[in-house]
């Protein structure tokens, strides 16, 4: 046990997805590696089939306070506890497409990525082979180049087919949704059998989250983790040229520093720039990593456009898993619905499995009918409900952003604020993949068919990577800018959010981060 | 039955509610807990009397199936175990106020408009009432936002309705556990 004080080669704040997926790869690599977790110790066998249990695995660290006219929906989409937000993600795993890294030189709109497609295509085909994922590349005909998926892909079951029928009456196609689900035994995980509660942990190891796949690896190979640290503060040294730890504070309230050559920040897409700003020194005397002044802005969240549908048939819909059996992505070319207006990609998720409650339960897609109404309702819908879900990207507006607020947490941290609007352009293609959606279930011969509000999905910017550090806060492996061995990890580095859930491309990212650092790792830490 | 204490227990890490019941601690579901009167920690049996009728209008069934200690376990647990739906809807905690002051607003609408507070409208008028909060502040309101009040009071009623095994046997759904619940839903 790495003891406070003790200096380690990284320290690692989070122990999410791309915490974890680094901690692994260098652990691997033969560094010292300590992971601080700011939520409870969490395994597999604590992951309990329900809805209301479920809730267990979402923020519950000090409050964010949420501003704007679409906020974010950080409790929601955050994750407490080790594994992070992975512990509760869908793990639909699409790529990102090679048009999503370059929207400002194509289209002249938001951003570019310092890095293309080519350049991550390769760590796509990694991870998808050390992860799992299971699709069916020839059916996805919109899919960027890369390897074929290592598993056959979801099986369909009566929801799917039925929506099926609508995208193909109105000419349009479906493929497999890729997931991080197993299919076929893989790496010693068990098969799914496609109960839907991914969204509460899959205890069997079936979905590739951190508690099953990068955690153990990290473990053995010496990292270590330690719960119930909340970290309040990066150190620097006297020149503020380079970090030099972390300050925690653990479960009895004592603070402790934990030094480090490396410091990687893990925690998520609103607790990494709250850590930069609230980490100011006479050297960085705006936060850290902030002479571009942008640590905290283009705060992005996918608007999800929502379609629901009673059917005669029976559709079967507690089946499958809870990110849906389908994909389509028609209208992911940016300029699709020119002349709407609307700009942007977006791709749907069909047929979700569903249950009765919670947010994203079959009470809520109704939440006007109430009484006996809403008991007749459940009963029908129970067995002819179906779902698909369009992930709308969201441009990137600077003052969508983290900023701190004036009150503080229990440590003397001010609190986060996040201020989020949906910008102008991706509010009409929300609008615009809703009224396709209504045509295609309609198609598919629903009696009924109603839409849901918009609703936040990912939490994406905040730390964006871009090739010039005067409108950037790092570079394209997520090192700031500003200090060599500072890193950033995670969604936060997205410059643009595609139309695309984000969990592959972070793990992408943080592969070749990891890559680099091991090839680099003098050159980074001093 | 005697019961004199109610805390919070840790079972593999997992918690779960316990009542000590004539001296020995014995878990219950909050439909048990509400047939053996175990007494409440935050919420008022006023408020318990209000909670319980407006969850009957907003689905009928939940008062019995324990919506009121339901809401009162998890008002009195620590922000970082509570279960309700609320904490991921932007209020940050402790929820006690929502609760207390969205039930307040409901009594002096009731009262406003007919002269006597929720738990004695009749069905219709507490049916019309529930129509107004759905849609805006009814009238003598003064709380959260009343269609906001209104939503996660309803998401509450289904939780303890259909979120549990018996509601999915209910809806002739399967429940498909993994790993079962403890109890019906966190207790």
Same mark, same amino acid.
């Given at each position: ?526 | ?42 919420? =008022? +049996?006023?408020?318990?009397?209000? *909670?319980? @009728? #407006?969850?009957? !209008? ?5 008062? &019995? ?30 929820? =006690? +106020?929502?609760?207390?002051?969205? *039930?307040? @607003? #409901?009594?002096? !609408? ?5 002269? &006597? ?39 509450? @009623? ?30």
């Amino acid at each position: 046990m790495t003891l406070p004080g003790e200096k380690v080669d990284a320290v690692i704040v989070g122990s999410g997805a791309s915490g974890s997926a680094i901690a692994a790869k260098l652990a691997v690599g033969g560094k010292k590696v300590i992971i601080l977790e700011a939520g409870p110790e969490r395994d597999n066998q604590s992951l309990i089939s329900s809805a209301i249990w479920a809730r267990r695995l979402k923020w519950s660290g000090e409050p964010v306070i949420e501003e704007g006219e679409n906020r974010v929906g950080h409790v929601f989409n955050a994750g407490f506890g080790v594994g992070g937000s992975a512990m509760h993600h869908y793990a639909v795993w699409p790529r990102l497409h090679g048009e999503d890294f370059q929207v400002r030189t194509l289209y002249d709109q938001a951003l570019d990525w310092p890095l293309r497609y080519d350049d991550l295509q390769p760590y796509y085909d990694q991870v998808q082979r050390e992860s799992g994922v299971a699709g069916d590349a020839e059916q996805e005909i919109w899919r960027p180049p890369g390897e074929p998926y290592p598993m056959l892909p979801v099986p369909l079951f009566a929801q799917g087919e039925i929506i099926a029928r609508g995208f193909e009456k109105q000419g349009m196609h479906t493929a497999p949704l890729p997931l991080a689900v197993t299919t076929s035994q893989y790496n010693g995980r068990a098969v799914c059998i496609w109960d839907g509660w991914c969204d509460a942990g899959c205890p069997i190891g079936a979905l590739a989250n951190p508690v099953t796949t990068d955690l153990p690896i990290a473990k053995r190979h010496g990292a270590v983790l330690q719960a119930n640290a909340t970290v309040s503060r990066i150190l620097t040294n006297d020149t503020g040229e380079y970090v030099t730890g972390v300050e925690f504070v653990d479960e009895s309230g004592k603070t402790s520093r934990i030094m480090a050559e490396l410091v990687v920040l893990a925690a998520f897409t609103v607790q990494n720039p709250r850590l930069l700003l609230a980490s100011a020194t006479d050297k960085h005397r705006s936060g850290l990593a902030n002479s571009s002044g942008k640590v905290g802005s283009y705060v992005m969240s996918h608007p999800a456009a929502l379609v629901y549908g009673l059917f005669d048939e029976k559709t079967h819909c507690y089946l499958g898993a809870f990110g849906g059996q389908l994909l389509n992505q028609d209208s992911y070319g940016k300029t699709t619905h020119a002349g709407t207006g609307a700009f942007g990609s977006y791709q749907w998720m069909i047929a979700q499995a569903v249950k009765p409650n919670d947010l994203l339960g079959i009470a809520t897609t109704r939440a006007d009918l109430f009484g006996d109404d809403l008991h007749v309702f459940m009963k029908q819908a129970a067995h002819g409900f179906a779902s698909m879900t369009a992930v709308i990207e969201d441009l990137p507006v600077a003052e969508n952003a983290v900023t701190l607020s004036d009150q503080k947490d229990r440590f003397g941290v001010p609190l986060a604020r996040v201020t989020h609007t949906t910008h102008a352009e991706s509010k009409l293609l929300w609008q615009a993949a809703l009224e396709e959606g209504q045509a295609i279930f309609k198609a598919a011969g629903a009696r009924k068919v109603w839409i849901g509000p918009q609703g936040s999905m990912h939490i994406m910017g905040g730390t964006i990577m871009g090739a010039d550090s005067a409108n950037s806060v790092c570079n394209d492996y997520g090192q700031t800018h500003d200090i060599s061995n500072l890193l950033i990890a995670g969604a936060g580095l997205f410059p643009t959010s595609g139309g695309v859930n984000p969990m592959f491309t972070i793990h992408a990212l943080a592969a070749r981060t990891s890559e680099y650092l091991l090839k680099n790792w003098n050159s980074v830490i001093r | 039955m005697q019961q004199s204490r109610r805390t919070f227990i840790r079972n593999s890490g997992i918690g779960l509610l316990g009542f000590t019941v004539g001296g020995c601690e014995v878990k219950l579901t909050p439909e048990d807990a509400r047939q053996q009167k175990i007494p409440f920690q935050v919420l =008022s +049996p006023d408020e318990v009397r209000t *909670l319980e @009728a #407006l969850g009957e !209008s907003l689905l009928p069934g939940s008062a &019995a199936a324990g919506l009121a200690h339901f809401i009162d376990h998890q008002l009195a647990a620590s922000p970082r175990d509570q279960l309700l739906m609320i904490k991921y809807l932007g209020v940050s905690p402790p929820f =006690s +106020p929502f609760y207390s002051t969205g *039930l307040a @607003a #409901l009594n002096n !609408s009731a009262n406003d408009q007919h002269g &006597a507070d929720y738990a004695d409208l009749t069905r219709e008028q507490s049916a019309a009432l529930v129509g107004q909060m759905a849609q805006a502040n009814p009238q003598g309101w003064s709380g959260p936002a009343a269609p906001f009040f209104y939503f996660v009071l309803r998401n509450d @009623a289904v939780d303890v309705v259909y979120g549990t095994k018996e509601g999915f046997e209910r809806l002739d759904i399967p429940y498909m556990a993994h790993i079962e619940p403890p109890g019906r839903w966190g207790e």
